[in-house]
C-alpha cells in the first residue's frame, strides 16, 4: 500500500516540528493509540487498538526516525504485531514546508500488512488507512489550535480580510456587490467547516 497527502497548518514550520516530536501530543492524535514512549535514541514503542472492518486488535510496535533534517522532515520506519490479527510494517517521509499561511505538512507512506488483516482486502485496508490519516490530521490540527490558538486566529483574520476586500474589488469589476457577499459568506463557512 502507498499513500500520500499533504496538509496545510496554521502553526510555523518549528511548532509543527516540536509537535510532531512530542510523544504526549501524537498519543492523543493518533486514533486509538494509548502510548507513545521513548525506547531509545529517536526510538519510539508504540500501542494501539485498531479495528479494520470485521477485525479488532491490539497492536504493539515500534517506531524509529532517521534522515532528521530539523525542523523540515524526516523519514520513520515502522512495524508492529497484532498477535492473531496480524503485522504491519512500512516507512514514511515527512516533510514541513514554511509559507505564508504557516506551513504544509506533506507525508508518504509506504505499508505492508499480513495476517487476518490482509485477508481483508486491499480495499477496506486502503481505505480504513486514509480514515486514520485524516482523523491524525483533524486530531493534530485540533491540538495545534489549542496549543497555538493566536496562530489560528490569525489565519482566520487574514481569510476575513480577505473576504472585506473582495467586495471593493467586485465593484470595480463590474461584479454586483450582492455576488460577492454571497461568495464571502460561502467561503467564510467552508472556512469554519474546514477547521
Known amino acids: 500500500m502507498e499513500m500520500q ?4 497548518l496554521a502553526v510555523t514550520q518549528q511548532q509543527a516540528w516540536d509537535a510532531l516530536n512530542d510523544p504526549e501530543v501524537l498519543k492523543v ?5 494509548d502510548k507513545v514512549e521513548a525506547s531509545g535514541e529517536n ?3 508504540i500501542g494501539m487498538a485498531l479495528k479494520i472492518g470485521p477485525v479488532s486488535a491490539k497492536f504493539k510496535g515500534n517506531i ?3 534522515d532528521i533534517n530539523p525542523p523540515a ?3 520513520l520506519s515502522f512495524e508492529g504485531q497484532g498477535g492473531p490479527a496480524g503485522h504491519g510494517k512500512g516507512s514514511a517521509a515527512v516533510v514541513l514546508t514554511p509559507n505564508d499561511a504557516g506551513c504544509e505538512l506533506a507525508y508518504t507512506v509506504q ?3 499480513g495476517g487476518k488483516v490482509a485477508q481483508l482486502g486491499q480495499r477496506l485496508i486502503d481505505g480504513a488507512a486514509k480514515s486514520m490519516a485524516e482523523d491524525f490530521f483533524k486530531r493534530f490540527d485540533m491540538e495545534m489550535q489549542k496549543q497555538h490558538p493566536e ?3 490569525a489565519r482566520d483574520a487574514a481569510a476575513g480580510a480577505a473576504v472585506a476586500a473582495a467586495p471593493a474589488e467586485a465593484s470595480r469589476a463590474g461584479v454586483p456587490v450582492w455576488v460577492w457577499g454571497v461568495g464571502a459568506v460561502v ?4 472556512i469554519w467547516l474546514s477547521r
Open 5 to 8: 497527502a499533504s496538509r496545510q
Open 29 to 33: 492524535c493518533i486514533p486509538g493509540c
Open 43 to 45: 526510538q519510539y514503542a
Open 64 to 66: 524509529e526516525l532517521s
Open 73 to 75: 522532515s524526516y523519514k
Open 111 to 113: 505499508a505492508s500488512v
Open 151 to 153: 496562530s489560528y486566529a
Open 187 to 190: 467561503l467564510v463557512a467552508v
